[in-house]
């Protein structure tokens, strides 16, 4: 029977050796004596005695060994040699008695390299086990600023707190998220019973994972496991029977997907127009298609949130623009534990379109939206990559640079303040623009940022000492609220004095997506050559955003303002464009130069003339802490 296994392992390795071959790469095992760091760049830690897992021993130590197995560890020495008997043996042994005897083995970047025990290592391997007993010595390069070091350093603050070497993930801050995910703090230790409960969960994922083909995915079983607890909740996913946990496997399986590319976004600037002729019969015969109902999920009520009040304004637009074709419904108090319930309430009641208007309900949609394809769901979120739902944003940089222009204009004193909620994307570029905007009219402005979410500030004491000539406070009015203190305003006396505001178009928005589903352009978007997650950005040139000003505001200004508006509205400016400078230095060099929509997106840097600098969560309120979870540009827990 020995024989007859190492025939099976032979064949298993002579068939890796062709394919390696041909792919160019090294057809034995890999030999860490030729990776190794030099002497002097490295130290060595003894493990002692450890659970080693299969999967992750990847060589030997030294080049002797490598040429007998191929690079799946599988033998490819004759059935004949001294070799195959003694491998032979060793299968028979496994299969009557079971290999006990530990292994010699080093660790290097959380792999594993065989320095005795390579046959029993090969045996175990064609066996499937999933992990053999060794004595393992850890080598710990220096730190450098690879990313592969940067990931194994975090991997080994992780292993001090949970010693679980079998995971391991691609993109850097994984481990720490994994970390808070399974309800621990920073650094706590995990107990023995932890371990075993998150490596039973971990093994009962892996098999329905790989069963789907996820070792044909370039991510690690590590990125998907992480993605997918994340997505469903570690308790909730261990809490899942096994024919359940691979029924929502299969059903993410897009999800997977795409984080083999990076989380890269199709992103639509503007509303799509390509649609297929229509056949003459379909034509002539009376239209079927099912008519729109659309919920929109509120986190607050209009009357208290000038955000959800845009969107509601944009809800009653929609009805007004399609009283026959569409109805909405709104939902108000959405929160991130009850936005689940909510939107399979409105799923309930017919609804075929939902559009979740703030970020922290993006995983409730994406879980909705795998659990019924067949409805439509959009997310108001920033650089968000999901594959089964599409999100949405304006581009308010474009307001706000007029905004700054404005306020550049207005600004006896070359000073100005500007009002900021939350450092999410997003939210840095408004500030840039302004500031850029108030630069191009007045170079001498400074803009002097105050955070209302910051806990123990003052932002009244700020403003007073800093005395500005114009202050940018929240975008638009609260319809419960009586204050006037919002857009660009002149305090005189303690009273504002509004001279212009930015605009939230979302009716328009809406209603443009609307007809994207209507004419059938919708599907079109959606291209099944790629598996990039699609968000649209919309700007105005798709009269989404617009500026309105004030009676206040002189004629001359007025003028400044169109003669801006119309360049951008056409696409032949952008705002950061050209030679850049932060607080830092030089951002961008190039006269010539436009920016990418995702350095827009995801800029993390204020410019020179801002005052100010951009807060940690641990800064913020309470509050804050939904939104920053799912759309901080400097989220520690998030992983890019």
Same mark, same amino acid.
């Given at each position: 029977?020995?024989?007859?296994?190492?025939?099976?392992?032979?064949?298993?390795?002579?068939?890796?050796?062709?394919?390696?071959?041909?792919?160019?790469?090294?057809?034995?095992?890999?030999?860490?004596?030729?990776?190794?760091?030099?002497?002097?760049?490295? *130290?060595?830690?003894?493990?002692?005695?450890?659970?080693?897992?299969?999967?992750?021993?990847?060589?030997?130590?030294?080049?002797?060994?490598?040429?007998?197995?191929?690079?799946?560890?599988?033998?490819?020495?004759?059935?004949?040699?001294?070799?195959?008997?003694?491998?032979?043996?060793?299968?028979?042994?496994?299969?009557?008695?079971?290999?006990?005897?530990?292994?010699?083995?080093?660790?290097?970047?959380?792999?594993?390299?065989?320095?005795?025990?390579?046959?029993?290592?090969?045996?175990?391997?064609?066996?499937?086990?999933?992990?053999?007993?060794?004595?393992?010595?850890?080598?710990?390069?220096?730190? /450098?600023?690879?990313?592969?070091?940067?990931?194994?350093?975090?991997?080994?603050?992780?292993?001090?707190?949970?010693?679980?070497?079998?995971?391991?993930?691609?993109?850097?801050?994984?481990?720490?998220?994994?970390?808070?995910?399974?309800?621990?703090?920073?650094? +706590?230790?995990?107990?023995?019973?932890?371990?075993?409960?998150?490596?039973?969960?971990?093994?009962? =994922?892996?098999?329905?994972?790989?069963?789907?083909?996820?070792?044909?995915?370039?991510?690690?079983?590590?990125?998907?496991?992480?993605?997918?607890?994340?997505?469903?909740?570690?308790?909730?996913?261990?809490?899942? /029977? /096994?024919?359940?946990?691979?029924?929502?496997?299969?059903?993410?399986?897009?999800? =997977?997907?795409?984080?083999?590319?990076?989380?890269?976004?199709?992103?639509?600037?503007?509303?799509?127009?390509?649609?297929?002729? %229509?056949?003459?019969?379909?034509?002539?015969? &009376?239209?079927?298609?099912?008519?729109?109902?659309?919920?929109?999920?509120?986190?607050?009520? &209009?009357?208290?949130?000038?955000?959800?009040?845009?969107?509601?304004?944009?809800?009653?637009?929609?009805?007004?623009?399609?009283?026959?074709?569409?109805?909405?419904?709104?939902?108000?108090?959405?929160?991130?534990?009850?936005?689940?319930?909510?939107?399979?309430?409105?799923?309930?009641?017919?609804?075929?379109?939902?559009?979740? #208007?703030?970020?922290?309900?993006?995983?409730?949609?994406?879980?909705?939206?795998?659990?019924?394809?067949?409805?439509?769901?959009?997310?108001?979120?920033?650089?968000?990559?999901?594959?089964?739902?599409?999100?949405?944003?304006?581009?308010?940089?474009?307001?706000?640079?007029?905004?700054?222009?404005?306020?550049?204009?207005?600004?006896?004193?070359?000073?100005?303040?500007?009002?900021?909620?939350? &450092?999410?994307?997003?939210?840095?570029?408004?500030?840039?623009?302004?500031?850029?905007?108030?630069?191009?009219?007045?170079?001498?402005? %400074?803009?002097?940022?105050?955070?209302?979410?910051?806990?123990?500030?003052?932002?009244?004491?700020?403003?007073?000492? #800093?005395?500005?000539?114009?202050?940018?406070?929240?975008?638009?009015?609260? &319809?419960?609220?009586?204050?006037?203190?919002?857009?660009?305003? *002149?305090?005189?006396?303690? *009273?504002?004095?509004?001279?212009?505001?930015?605009?939230? *178009?979302?009716?328009? =928005?809406?209603?443009?997506?609307?007809?994207?589903?209507?004419?059938? #352009?919708?599907?079109?978007?959606?291209?099944?050559? #790629?598996?990039?997650?699609?968000?649209?950005?919309?700007?105005?040139?798709?009269?989404?955003?617009?500026?309105?000003?004030?009676?206040?505001?002189?004629?001359?200004?007025?003028?400044?303002?169109?003669?801006?508006?119309?360049?951008?509205?056409? +696409?032949? =400016?952008?705002?950061?464009?050209?030679?850049?400078?932060?607080?830092?230095?030089?951002?961008?060099?190039?006269?010539?130069?436009?920016?990418?929509?995702?350095?827009?997106? /995801?800029?993390?840097?204020?410019?020179?003339?801002?005052?100010?600098?951009?807060?940690?969560?641990?800064?913020?309120?309470?509050?804050?802490?939904?939104?920053?979870?799912?759309?901080?540009?400097?989220?520690?827990?998030?992983?890019?």
């Amino acid at each position: 029977m020995g024989r007859e296994d190492y025939a099976r392992a032979y064949r298993s390795g002579k068939k890796d050796y062709q394919a390696r071959m041909l792919r160019g790469e090294k057809p034995t095992l890999a030999v860490l004596d030729d990776i190794m760091p030099e002497k002097g760049h490295y *130290h060595e830690v003894p493990l002692g005695t450890i659970q080693v897992p299969i999967e992750r021993i990847v060589g030997t130590k030294t080049v002797g060994r490598s040429s007998s197995f191929a690079g799946n560890f599988m033998p490819i020495l004759r059935d004949s040699s001294e070799f195959a008997a003694k491998w032979s043996n060793l299968s028979e042994y496994q299969k009557n008695e079971g290999i006990q005897d530990p292994i010699k083995v080093y660790e290097y970047m959380n792999k594993f390299y065989v320095e005795e025990g390579n046959k029993r290592v090969s045996v175990m391997k064609y066996f499937g086990a999933v992990s053999i007993l060794g004595n393992v010595i850890r080598i710990v390069p220096q730190r /450098t600023d690879e990313k592969e070091n940067r990931i194994y350093f975090e991997f080994l603050d992780f292993y001090q707190a949970a010693p679980i070497n079998y995971i391991w993930f691609s993109r850097e801050g994984s481990f720490a998220k994994l970390q808070k995910i399974v309800g621990k703090e920073p650094g +706590e230790e995990w107990t023995k019973d932890e371990l075993l409960k998150f490596s039973a969960l971990y093994t009962r =994922f892996g098999a329905k994972y790989k069963a789907e083909g996820g070792d044909k995915l370039t991510i690690t079983q590590g990125d998907a496991f992480l993605a997918f607890i994340t997505l469903y909740g570690y308790e909730e996913v261990d809490e899942k /029977t /096994t024919n359940e946990l691979g029924d929502l496997i299969e059903k993410s399986w897009e999800e =997977f997907e795409l984080l083999q590319e990076e989380g890269d976004i199709d992103l639509k600037m503007k509303p799509s127009h390509e649609k297929k002729t %229509k056949p003459l019969l379909s034509m002539l015969l &009376p239209l079927s298609e099912p008519k729109v109902k659309a919920a929109f999920i509120y986190e607050k009520t &209009p009357g208290t949130s000038a955000w959800t009040y845009a969107h509601e304004l944009g809800r009653l637009y929609l009805e007004q623009t399609f009283p026959d074709e569409v109805s909405t419904v709104a939902y108000e108090n959405g929160t991130e534990e009850n936005a689940e319930g909510l939107i399979a309430d409105a799923i309930q009641s017919g609804c075929n379109l939902i559009f979740t #208007t703030t970020p922290p309900f993006v995983q409730a949609s994406v879980k909705a939206a795998i659990a019924n394809p067949e409805v439509r769901i959009l997310n108001c979120s920033l650089n968000t990559s999901h594959r089964y739902i599409r999100t949405y944003y304006s581009r308010m940089h474009e307001a706000k640079f007029l905004m700054g222009a404005i306020a550049g204009a207005m600004a006896e004193n070359n000073r100005l303040t500007y009002i900021a909620d939350y &450092p999410i994307f997003g939210s840095i570029a408004n500030i840039n623009a302004f500031a850029l905007g108030a630069k191009m009219i007045n170079p001498r402005a %400074k803009v002097y940022l105050v955070w209302s979410s910051m806990k123990e500030t003052d932002m009244e004491k700020e403003m007073r000492e #800093t005395a500005s000539a114009c202050i940018s406070g929240r975008d638009m009015v609260i &319809p419960e609220e009586a204050s006037r203190f919002f857009g660009i305003y *002149h305090v005189e006396g303690g *009273h504002p004095r509004n001279l212009a505001m930015p605009l939230y *178009h979302w009716g328009k =928005f809406y209603e443009q997506l609307i007809r994207t589903i209507m004419d059938g #352009t919708w599907k079109y978007d959606d291209s099944s050559s #790629t598996t990039k997650a699609i968000n649209y950005w919309w700007g105005m040139s798709a009269g989404v955003i617009d500026v309105v000003c004030s009676r206040h505001l002189p004629i001359g200004t007025r003028r400044l303002v169109e003669l801006l508006k119309n360049p951008i509205s056409a +696409e032949a =400016f952008n705002p950061f464009s050209g030679i850049l400078y932060s607080q830092n230095g030089v951002v961008q060099d190039d006269p010539d130069r436009v920016m990418l929509p995702e350095e827009i997106m /995801t800029m993390d840097w204020l410019a020179e003339n801002v005052i100010g600098s951009i807060p940690t969560k641990e800064e913020l309120k309470e509050q804050a802490e939904p939104v920053i979870k799912q759309q901080g540009v400097r989220n520690d827990s998030k992983v890019n």
